[in-house]
């Protein structure tokens, strides 16, 4: 996993809640074996038609918007436990996804590949969106060590939550299996001592 | 200090514990299939590692495979390519596979208990819901995403924080035509398809202690459909016999020693539990569901509950659902026709379930109006059935029986069910579209299934087991 360090980019504003996994990724795109490609069909249905052509009001489609952030309205990633939603979202370039609440089963598969959940209150949510109205290049500084998110051009700042566990494999780049496999002689001394040779 | 079964062995297992961190829980036995695997392997080979103890993991190839002419390549080419990766990552990162033509392949949950590789005290994982079977030796089994599967390969080894405990007693005897079937699907009916989230179950009590060991796997397979993340039976007298002597079973001292060990798997007579149920085993009737959650279930008898009866914010989801079904508030379903009968799938396609059909439906005829599929869970029941004639009672009767994969259980290989057909099902799920877009799905026991299939009807087993 790339280790993350502090993140200062613009966002892709996404002002819709309830944002199901359904809707990030259908389920009818998850029969590939690898766990690329999925960003091509990030938000599918929304930003495509029926004959494949781009919706041009959709977000992702407007080149006004663009950044690794992705600002999301309140209970994003509820539905279904598929990892894919995860794995489209990073795909298509996001590092962070920000919100006022996430699915529980999305905040842990979008930590365990690397893709920083933020929870902020409901009004700074709503500065944010603010702030990109007015200018659509707004810039956001994410910083991991200090566990906050600023908005640049009014400096209005707030502190997010983290799992002290996951912050350290985010910032030193592990993720869990790094985790364990820096554990690897323990492992191997449980090993040695284990009840039956043949478990 | 007094400790539960399951504390026992998860603590037996515990690498690494620390204040804050989920536990390293380390574990023994992995298994794959093709549909969860792929991303997991491709994940190594990113990383440029191999499978840490690559001789703990075993793959077969389930999901995808047709279960008619299987020496034949796979007609849809999806399926088709993720059952070839299947192979060539098992061939690359050393993984033993029972792929398509192996005497042991069959239904992932099939194959570990009667190859002998699920026992008594172990931990196992998988990357499917149903893991939970397993727990029927006495093993905590549960399933996982594919980052866990990737993990397991990497290390051997998941976090994991340690579950709640929940203890569900099932006392006295079962009456007539009743089975585990009806036993999980009565439980599942009393405390709801999300009524064991957090928990491991152990189920006890002297109407689980009867089961033999099959019926055992019936009711753990379930236990994910009350949400749980597993559910297991301390091993005994039963558990002993049935692995003994199987081909990866321990043997000669080992045996000796398993057996002492697997002696002192039980939750002690004061063990807490977080949570406990007590349930009279003459209370279960044939079960039957007619909703689209397997909570939804009624004795067969019994009218469908009203919609006003059910709390008010479930009432339109409720509504959807009978909608869904074509069913009605107060109805009964007995007399319902039926299109199709499913009996298979890791619930009911073992030995027993193939040979109580068969005896059951001896020198009868199936309705017309049903089609009926017998899917043997794995090759060697396939295998069995075929020694002890039971093929030649199935097609004496007018039954398919075919070849062993996870079929009609969901909609993701060729055995579909068309759409607004009525099929009684022996499977796990009734999920809206999971036999086939629109199918309606009942699930029921081996029993009830095989009433159907011969009166083409929703019927009353009890009525012709007094005849
Ligand atoms: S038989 Fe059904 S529930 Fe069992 S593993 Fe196969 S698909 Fe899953």
Known sequence: ?199 | MAKTLVEKIWDAHVVKREEGFPDILYIDTHLIHEVTSPQAFDGLRKRGIGLFRPKQTVATADHNVPTLNQHLPIKEELSRYQVDMLTKNCAEFGVELYGLGHPFQGIVHVIGPELGITLPGKTMVCGDSHTSTHGAFGAIAFGIGTSQVEQVFATQCLQQSKPKTMKIEVNGELRKGVGAKDIILYIISKISAAGGTGYFVEFAGSAIRSLSMEARMTVCNMSIEMGARGGLIAPDETTFEYVKGRKFAPAGEEWDKALAYWKTLYSDEDAKFDAVLTYDAADIAPMITYGTNPGMGIGIADHIPATAAQPETEQASYKKALDYMGFADDESLLGKPVDYVFIGSCTNSRIEDLRAVAEFVKGKQKADNVEVWIVPGSKQVEAQAIAEGLDKVFEASGFQLREPGCSACLGMNEDKIPAGKYCVSTSNRNFEGRQGPNARTMLASPLTAAAAAVTGKITDVRELLEA
Not at chain 1, 92 to 110: C, E, Q, R
Not at chain 1, 122 to 127: K, M, T, V
Not at chain 1, 156 to 168: G, H, M, V
């Open chain 1, 1 to 199: 996993m790339k280790k993350f360090e502090t993140l200062s980019s613009s966002v892709v504003p996404l002002s819709i809640e309830n944002i199901d996994t359904d809707q990030i990724i259908p389920a009818r795109f998850l029969k590939a074996t690898t766990r690329e490609g999925f960003g091509e069909n990030l938000f599918r249905d929304w930003r495509y038609n029926g004959d494949n052509t781009p919706k041009a009001d959709f977000v992702l489609n407007d080149p006004t918007y663009s950044g690794k952030i992705l600002v999301a309205g309140k209970n994003f990633g509820c539905g279904s436990s598929r990892e894919h939603a995860a794995w489209a979202i990073q795909d298509a370039g996001f590092d962070v996804v920000i919100s006022s609440f996430f699915a529980d089963i999305f905040k842990g598969n979008a930590l365990n590949n690397g893709l920083l959940p933020i929870q902020v209150s409901d009004e700074f949510l709503a500065a944010i969106f603010a702030q990109v109205a007015k200018d659509p290049k707004a810039t956001l500084t994410v910083n991991l060590e200090e566990q906050t998110v600023t908005i640049e051009a009014t400096g209005a700042q707030e502190s997010f939550e983290i799992n002290p566990y996951k912050k350290s494999c985010l910032i030193n780049g592990y993720d869990d299996i790094d985790f364990v496999r820096s554990q690897t002689d323990l492992i191997e001394e449980f090993e040695k001592n284990k009840v039956f040779k043949f478990y």
